[in-house]
């Protein structure tokens, strides 16, 4: 089994995108046995809340729920028994290394330039597109 942690600052608007556009990828692909998928967040600030509304309509939009989600934050056991680790943005990055110092180069992009943060810009259906690209990556790599 494959096991994909998404990192972003909260854990309520990019992290659970990821996670829920891949679910559904890979259930679409009939492939759902074969990964373990979950999101995380560098911060505690958002910790136990849902999934922020703007996001969470952008995914029902598409006919993806995110039912059930909750904000937490990455623990070391987590960077340890998860295969890959997507961050979002540069400054994820950063907070990775600051909490985990070298175990946190396992951690890599989403993709080659930053997911923009639709809590500050607004907007979702651009970060719906890019994380929907990051993740057609991911499967076709797996």
Do not use: W
Request: contains cysteine; glycine residues 8%.
């Amino acid at each position: 089994m494959k096991k994909i942690l998404f990192v972003c600052h909260g854990n309520i608007c990019r992290s659970p995108m990821a996670e829920f556009i891949l679910k559904d990828m890979v259930k679409k692909a009939g492939r759902d046995g074969e990964f373990l998928i979950d999101s995380v967040a560098v911060s505690r600030e958002e910790e136990g809340n849902p999934v922020y509304p703007p996001a969470r309509r952008e995914l029902n939009k598409r006919g993806i729920s995110c039912d059930g989600h909750k904000a937490r934050r990455i623990t070391e056991e987590e960077l340890e028994s998860f295969d890959r680790i997507y961050y979002m943005d540069s400054s994820n990055a950063r907070y990775l290394q600051r909490l985990f110092g070298d175990k946190a180069a396992k951690c890599q992009p989403l993709l080659s330039r930053d997911v923009a943060d639709p809590y500050y810009c607004g907007g979702f259906e651009e970060t719906f597109r890019d994380i929907e690209e990051g993740c057609r990556l991911i499967l076709e790599e797996l």
